[in-house]
């Protein structure tokens, strides 16, 4: 199953934004279908604070969250539709099996977000404001779908918006990473964010500079990004040579993700892992991404090292 960098990014984030409030699974396989859900989040605890606000929603139920780079079309949403609706089936299968009566919080409620809405699209689904106060934010008529769409770059530009907005593009996003600078530094949010937006630039952007579409403003946020988010970290030694540098910051971000993803690595993976070049390691951050055991990376490594 292959990503995108906007894909991994976008995943990665939300997975790290959710993970303080329940369990989060990525790519989570739709039983009985060869599909798979971006990231399937299921709260450990009713979080009631009016000052999350979307995300307060986001947190108080199950939740599937779909995330585009582009407008997706009618057919997409289609098929986060079908992903829901199997869902849901498989969840009140299993209920039924447990002779255990299903509530409204049991029930999982879809999120797409896009970088925009088109209008076309808008009619056909039918779409509803959500509320008055927050446009960007639309739900079908039929309650009972439970789903939201939400329109990034239609949201106003309020704290409660704000981590929806990092997932924008051009000026939208380019004004959430000037806001995201601005946080306090105390702000658990500000450390979060730029770290996200670091290990992102760090391994995807910086070694694959063609996939960067976004606007002359946004290339220049960036760097500014980078400094506050070094800034922030434990004092380094004398610099090295800025490709050196460079690459050990990917190695670092590489060997955390692989921890996260398939556990503590052993000492022999560990060190070939830290032998592996620059454009090596520019594969291993995308391949990484399907790994479920440290047999998976073993398996990559062999493969590589036999070309």
């Given at each position: 199953m292959t990503q995108t960098p906007f894909d991994a990014f976008s995943k990665e984030?939300?997975?790290?934004?959710?993970?303080?409030?329940?369990?989060?699974?990525?790519?989570?396989?739709?039983?009985?279908?060869?599909?798979?859900?971006d990231l399937l989040f299921h709260p450990t605890e009713i979080v009631n604070s009016k000052e999350k606000g979307l995300l307060n929603q986001v947190?108080?139920?199950?939740?599937?969250?779909?995330?585009?780079?582009?407008?997706?079309?009618?057919?997409?949403?289609?098929?986060?539709?079908?992903?829901?609706f199997w869902l849901r089936e498989e969840i009140t299968r299993k209920a039924n099996a447990e002779k255990r009566k299903l509530t409204d919080?049991?029930?999982?409620?879809?999120?797409?977000?896009?970088?925009?809405?088109?209008?076309?699209?808008?009619?056909?689904?039918?779409?509803?404001?959500?509320?008055?106060?927050?446009?960007g934010v639309y739900r079908f008529p039929n309650a009972i779908i439970r789903t939201t769409i939400v329109s990034i770059r239609d949201l106003p530009n309020i704290p409660e918006t704000l981590w929806l907005r990092v997932l924008g593009r051009g000026n939208t996003q380019t004004n959430a990473i000037l806001e995201v600078i601005a946080l306090s530094l105390d702000d658990p949010r500000r450390a979060t964010l730029l770290r996200m937006l670091c290990a992102w630039k760090i391994v995807t952007i910086e070694t694959n500079p063609s996939i960067f579409e976004s606007s002359e403003a946004t290339i220049m946020a960036y760097p500014k990004v980078f400094l506050e988010w070094e800034a922030a970290t434990e004092a380094r030694g004398e610099a090295r040579g800025e490709a050196r540098g460079a690459k050990d910051k990917a190695l670092s971000i590489i060997l955390r993700q692989l921890n996260?993803?398939?556990g503590l690595l052993n000492q022999s993976l560990e060190?070939?892992?830290?032998?592996?070049?620059?454009?090596?390691?520019?594969?291993?951050?995308?391949?990484?991404?399907?790994f479920g055991s440290s047999a998976d990376l073993d398996r990559w490594l062999t493969d590589r090292s036999n070309v």
């Open positions: 984030f939300l997975a790290d934004l959710l993970a303080p409030f329940g369990t989060v699974e990525r790519s989570f396989e739709v039983p009985g279908e060869s599909k798979y859900i947190i108080a139920t199950p939740s599937v969250l779909e995330a585009y780079s582009n407008a997706p079309s009618s057919e997409d949403v289609s098929t986060c539709l079908l992903k829901l919080n049991d029930l999982p409620r879809l999120w797409i977000l896009t970088p925009t809405l088109p209008e076309p699209l808008k009619k056909e689904c039918a779409l509803i404001r959500q509320t008055r106060r927050i446009p996260r993803r398939i060190t070939t892992v830290r032998k592996l070049s620059t454009n090596q390691l520019d594969d291993l951050s995308e391949a990484l991404l399907d």
